[in-house]
């Protein structure tokens, strides 16, 4: 077990690890739970199994049906959420401190003896062929997954939704097996926040968990993203714009020069995209850039939303922006991102919920926590001169473009 300050870890023999961060000035809790059991794992003929299979273990655990494990949580005034991404099934929960350990038991049936009722399998896919549908309608987001998916080696760049074909194969021995292989204790990650006491949650979860026993590691296969760009074809007056080009994750020493490099960007309406982009030229609705991690790699994510008359001016000077950044920033640029980012952590630290989820996460990429005095330190550090520096070793570049519209958009040579 380890301590710093307000912050605390902890790893069970079954290899699942608890944090918590004591924030006694709140009367909530919330925990975040991340079981690896991701989309990266859906064999490559089922994409979409981890997404359905989060959904059916949700339909009831121990002694709790389907409808009275709603109600159970209702009744302890639980706000709740589930989602599946590359790496892992998420769940997370929030509720009045006194209602923490109620809630815990809850989810310790649902992690170790769901019911997975097979006469509710066609509800479960009935649910993800709704998400299907939704996507299909939010193009931003079906962007973004393109171009992950030709950033990343597969299975990394695998989005949890699948394909409608997919989904319509999943047989409930699939979800049994998947549920059976990769739910397990090892590597999983339960961070706790709010008002709580440390030593009484680490005997809460020791008892609750003991009798969860971890699986064999999996191991991936990887195979390199396809080369090139992308066109999607989608009947509409507006077109959808996306570039993505490698950079570090989080993990990397100097990740926050690259945060720092984007934040001036991207963050805000005094960045560089809103205002060239958007506010000078009139060209989009909507651009902005961002940083993406995973565990051992990272990529920046720049998408602009423009009519489809504009969209080749709108690509030719997103681009010239991503290199126009790597000329370097100014001091006033970087003296409005650090107010931003600072007024962020604040925020932050009032919120159990929030608090949670960036423990989990930071522990999943670093393998330990920082208090959030840490990262102010390093935020402050932050100066023109360190992120010009990386900027002027680390150029965007090596694009890839994706877009959907009704038309495909000229690439220059060079970006290629």
């Known amino acids: 077990m380890s301590e710093s300050g307000s912050l605390h870890s902890h790893t069970f023999d079954n290899g699942l690890t608890l944090l918590g961060h004591c924030m006694p000035w709140l009367e909530s809790a919330a925990f975040t739970l991340l079981t690896p059991a991701g989309a990266q794992h859906d064999p490559d003929q089922l994409p979409g199994l981890a997404n359905l299979t989060c959904d059916m273990v949700q339909r009831g655990a121990g002694d709790l049906n389907s409808r009275q494990f709603v109600e159970a949580l209702d009744r302890l005034g639980v706000v709740r959420s589930a989602g599946v991404s590359n790496a892992h099934v998420r769940f997370g929960a929030a509720m009045p401190k006194e209602q923490l350990t109620g809630a815990l038991a809850v989810y310790a049936d649902l992690l170790q003896k769901p019911l997975l009722p097979e006469e509710q399998l066609e509800d479960s896919r009935m649910v993800s062929f709704q998400e299907l549908h939704a996507m299909e309608d939010d193009l931003a987001h079906k962007l973004m997954q393109a171009l992950r998916k030709r950033q990343y080696p ?63 590691e999996p191991s ?27 950079s570090i994750p989080y993990s990397h020493k100097n990740y926050f020069q690259l945060r720092g490099a984007l934040g001036v960007l991207s963050d805000g309406m005094s960045s560089r995209l809103f205002t060239e982009v958007r506010e000078k030229r009139g060209l989009c609705y909507t651009v902005y850039a961002t940083c993406h991690t995973l565990k051992d790699q990272g990529c920046v994510l720049t998408y602009a939303g423009t009519t489809s008359e504009r969209a080749q001016e709108t690509l030719d000077v997103l681009i010239s922006e991503l290199h126009r950044l790597g000329d370097g920033i100014e ?46 330190q390093i935020i402050d550090a932050l100066t023109c001169e360190s992120i010009n520096d990386y900027l002027a070793n680390n150029r ?14 000229e690439v220059n040579d060079a970006v290629s």
């Open 396 to 409: 965007p570049g090596q694009f890839k473009i994706a877009t959907v519209g009704k038309h495909a958009l």
């Open 154 to 216: 597969a299975p990394l760049g695998r989005s949890a939704q699948g394909t409608m074909e997919s989904v319509a194969a999943i047989s409930y021995e699939d979800v049994c097996n998947h549920f059976q292989d990769y739910y397990s204790p090892r590597s999983s990650i339960l961070s706790v926040a709010g008002n709580i006491d440390w030593t009484q949650i680490v005997d809460t979860v020791g008892s609750l968990f003991q009798a969860w026993q971890p699986n064999e």
């Open 331 to 376: 001091k006033h640029e970087l003296d409005r991102l650090k107010a931003r980012i600072k007024s962020a952590l604040i925020m932050q630290q009032e919120s159990c919920a929030s608090r949670s989820g960036t423990m989990a996460s930071e522990w999943y990429l670093l393998g330990q926590l920082r208090e959030a005095d840490e990262l102010r």
């Open 220 to 246: 991936l296969s990887l195979v390199a993203p396809p080369d090139g760009h992308e066109h999607i074809d989608h009947e509409s007056n507006q077109t959808h714009i996306g570039i993505v080009f490698p």
